[in-house]
Structures are given as C-alpha cells and as structure tokens.
C-alpha cells in the first residue's frame, strides 16, 4: 500500500481541501489532525472567486455559495463613517463570475468532510515525519498506530509546522507582522446595513455578514507580540468602542468568552521549494501570510487543487512535486508581499501619514469600478486545473 497511498498531516482547510484534491484523483488518502476536534468557533472565511472555482473542482463550490449572504457592496470606511472606497458586489462577480462569498469557517470544513469517504479524518491524531522518502523509498510518518509508509505526504501542519523546520532547517521561519487580530461572530438578528473595513491609525475592524443573521466580526492593530488582556471583550471596546455604528452595537452583543485574539505571523522569507523528498507543504506551513487580502484560506485551497491535478493517475506519486514547487511557489509569494502591502498601510499612525493614505484610497476609490477590479484580476481571475474525474 505504502507507494500508492497520501498522508496529510493537519486538518484544517487546506489539509482537508488536498484529501479531497487527492480523493477525486483515486488516491487512498488519510488526514491526521492532533486536536480532538474540527470545530473552529468564532471565524469566517471570505471565499474569493480563485477559491470558489477550485472549491468546483472540489465538488464543494455549489453548497458553500448557497450559505453565503449577498451584500449590494464591500468598501473601506474611516472611524468616522465616512467612505473611502467602495466597489459593488455585482461588479466583482460580473468581472470573474463569482462575488467574494463569506461564509463561517466552521462550514468550509463541514462541506470538506462530508465530501470525503468517512474515516478519512483522523481528529486526536499527531503525526510527524519521521523521513521524507526519495525516489526508490517512501516517506515515513509516525502516528499514534505506529509508523507508516507513504508514497505522498502533504504537510498542511500550519505556520508552526514541525514538518517545514525538518525539511528545511535552514530557513529563519516565521516573523511577526506587528499585528494582532481578533475574531468573534455576533447574532444582531438583522443584518448591518454596511459590510467591509474601517481603518484607523494602525488598526481596522472588519464586519462580514454571515447566514442566519449572524455577522463575523475581526479586528486587528498593532501590539508587541504576545501581549494579552484581562478580557479581550474589553480590549475590543476600549479600541474600537467609539467607531462608527455598526462597530459599538456589535461589541456589545459579542461574548467575552467567544472573542478569539491571535497575533499574525507571517512566512516573509520565501521558501526555497514547497516540497522535498516524497513531502509538499501546503497552505500556512509553506506560504504563511498577514490576513490583510483575505487569501490565507483561498491559497491554501488552490495549493491543494494544483498539487493533485499533477498526479498522473497510475504514477508515481512524488514525481509532480518540482511542478507543485513552480507552479504555486512565485504565485503565492507574490500575495504574501501584496498582502504584507496593505498591511503596511493599515500600520500608519501618525495624522499625516494617515491623511496621506485616506486621501489616496479616497482617489481610489474614485477610479473607474473597471481599474479596481484590474488590480485584483492577478490574484481573482485565477483559473484551476481540472481533476481526473473532470470535476
């Protein structure tokens, strides 16, 4: 069995969107995941259009955009209300045939799942790389039933994975960004009349309108790593209490303990290759990037459709790696630093700076819808390749 069948180390999005890349192209396939659960609370998900075709190559596309709530248009305001920029939703999807669908990160991972053979998740499961294999050798994992062989391992074992530092342990790893984010999902009942960002002296906050009348809410600025309050509730209201509405009403109907705060680190060095041996890395473990675009989840669903429509059928499954490693490695760089771009826009403080870059997303903003949507065409209008069975 061992040469013919694909470990996945990590179940998050992009370690289940491989299983499934990996199932439709007849591969035996098992995920390990070390939490003893699925079940991501308190985060959504923008699911762009790149990531929504390949997400059709899944067979998961169709049930993820009925969950997704229409919004007339997305935009970026300052505290005081007052819009900076805004694009119209129907004119992203006429553009690339999709709008930008949110939906809760809870739901990404259900549609993943129950499109996947059952047993094919292993939760309370770690597993580590024990040697990555070669042409004539395969890969070896160890898990909790011992040792197993494998002719492909997918490492989609996030920022900190074990599995990138083996393989290369040269490389500096990840850096912090200077950012901490915070994420929670509110039930207002209605939804808010406004969706997008609002961006002050260096931090924002960002309103998503989910199904079921809930909203995802997140913020981010900047703050030494690993700083920590009392209650993050009240850090969120002590930052952003006396923004424009919706912000405040929705602070007030967060729960203090459902509030998630993480700091953003990011992989700012490029890898030299996502994969060696018989090993690919895939998502945040090869290409970690600051939040600020909205494609962590979107890459990391495309890394998974690449990686498996690469596999001949009856071949060798470590073969296509130098092809995963061209194909993903400068598309992905390219939106970690767009991504780290914005961030660095998002950072400035000082009223000048601030003035400075308001005015020029205002000037932005007052671009034809067509020039806006241009510069998002490298990242948005994204093709995937198709899978064995023509999914």
């Given at each position: 069995m061992g040469m013919h069948q694909a470990i996945v180390i990590g179940g998050g999005i992009g370690g289940l969107a491989a299983a499934l890349a990996l199932h439709r192209q007849g591969v035996p396939v098992t995920v390990h995941e070390r939490a003893a659960s699925l079940e991501p609370v308190g985060a959504g998900l923008a699911l762009a259009p790149n990531a929504?075709?390949?997400?059709?190559?899944?067979?998961?596309?169709?049930?993820?955009?009925?969950?997704?709530?229409p919004h007339p248009a997305i935009g970026v305001r300052h505290p005081s209300g007052r819009?900076?920029?805004?694009?119209?939703?129907?004119?992203?999807?006429a553009r690339f045939g999709d709008p930008i669908a949110a939906v809760a990160r809870a739901d990404?991972?259900?549609?993943?799942?129950?499109?996947?053979?059952?047993?094919?998740?292993?939760?309370?499961?770690?597993?580590?790389?024990?040697?990555?294999?070669?042409?004539?050798?395969?890969?070896?994992?160890?898990?909790?039933?011992g040792e197993q062989p494998a002719g492909l391992v997918v490492a989609a074992d996030g920022i900190r994975s074990a599995t990138r530092s083996q393989l290369f342990p040269q490389h500096p790893g990840p850096r912090y960004s200077g950012f901490t984010t915070w994420r929670t999902i509110v039930s207002p009942g209605r939804q808010p009349a406004a969706a997008g960002e609002i961006w002050g002296r260096g931090s924002l906050a960002g309103i998503v309108p989910l199904a079921d009348g809930r909203v995802y809410l997140y913020g981010a600025a900047l703050a030494p790593a690993g700083t920590r309050a009392t209650s993050e509730h009240v850090e969120l209201q002590r930052l952003f209490g006396d923004w424009c509405a919706p912000v405040p009403h929705l602070l007030a109907l967060a729960e203090p303990d459902r509030v998630l705060r993480h700091d953003v680190w990011e992989l700012a060095d490029p890898l030299p290759a996502y994969h060696h041996g018989r090993v690919a890395l895939l998502g945040d473990a090869a290409h970690a990037m600051c939040p600020f675009l909205g494609q962590g989840a979107c890459q990391a669903i495309e890394d998974a459709v690449v990686l498996a429509s690469l596999l001949a059928p009856s071949g060798d499954l470590a073969s296509p790696l130098p092809a995963y490693t061209a194909t993903r490695l400068p598309r992905t760089t390219a939106v970690v630093t767009a991504s780290r771009r914005i961030g660095a826009l998002v950072a400035?403080?000082?009223?000048?700076t601030t003035l400075l870059r308001d005015t020029a997303l205002t000037l932005a903003g007052l671009l034809p819808t067509r020039v806006l949507l241009s510069r998002s065409a490298a990242t948005f209008g994204w093709q995937p390749p198709l899978l064995g069975d023509g999914a």
């Open positions: 929504l075709r390949a997400l059709d190559r899944l067979g998961v596309g169709p049930r993820l955009r009925a969950l997704a709530t819009w900076l920029a805004r694009t119209s939703t129907a004119a992203v999807e990404v991972i259900a549609a993943l799942v129950d499109a996947l053979p059952e047993g094919t998740v292993r939760t309370g499961s770690p597993a580590t790389l024990v040697t990555p294999g070669n042409t004539d050798e395969p890969a070896v994992v160890r898990t909790t039933d400035l403080r000082t009223p000048t």
